[in-house]
Nanobody, 124 residues
Framework: QVQLVESGGGLVLAGDSLRLSCAAS????????MGWFRQAPGKEREVVAV????????YYTNSAKGRFTISRDNAKNTVYLQMNSLKPEDTAVYYC?????????????????WGQGTQVTVSS
């Protein structure tokens, strides 16, 4: 059974940091690119960061560049999102997802497996 389980969300102040984790099971993790998406109330789900199967290539949306870092540990079947200098506009439910499309997969419909999401709330 495929599972992606996110953790690490919470309520923080603007300028704080959070590290999200996503533990994968039920599929061969190293064969999938991984992405972090987020969805704020009333908005569409959007890509935040993507990492290739090996971890050698990454992509960040403009709002995440310089503040967020995506990484993965294939030995632990886990992908991470380190978020620094958080802003109120980063408030959303954050999802991890797995794709066979490689690190250039930026659309939600390119992802086969999804986690349940973890809430990140940034207060000013």
């Amino acid at each position: 059974q495929v599972q992606l389980v996110e953790s690490g969300g919470g309520l923080v102040l603007a300028g704080d940091s959070l590290r999200l984790s996503c533990a994968a099971s039920g599929f061969t993790f190293s064969r999938y690119g991984m992405g972090w998406f987020r969805q704020a109330p009333g908005k569409e789900r959007e890509v935040v960061a993507v990492i290739s199967r090996s971890g050698s290539s990454t992509y960040y949306t403009n709002s995440a560049k310089g503040r967020f870092t995506i990484s993965r540990d294939n030995a632990k079947n886990t992908v991470y999102l380190q978020m620094n200098s958080l802003k109120p506009e980063d408030t959303a439910v954050y999802y991890c997802a797995a794709t066979t499309g490689g690190y250039v997969a930026l659309r939600p419909d390119e992802y086969a497996f999804w986690g349940q999401g973890t809430q990140v709330t940034v207060s000013s």
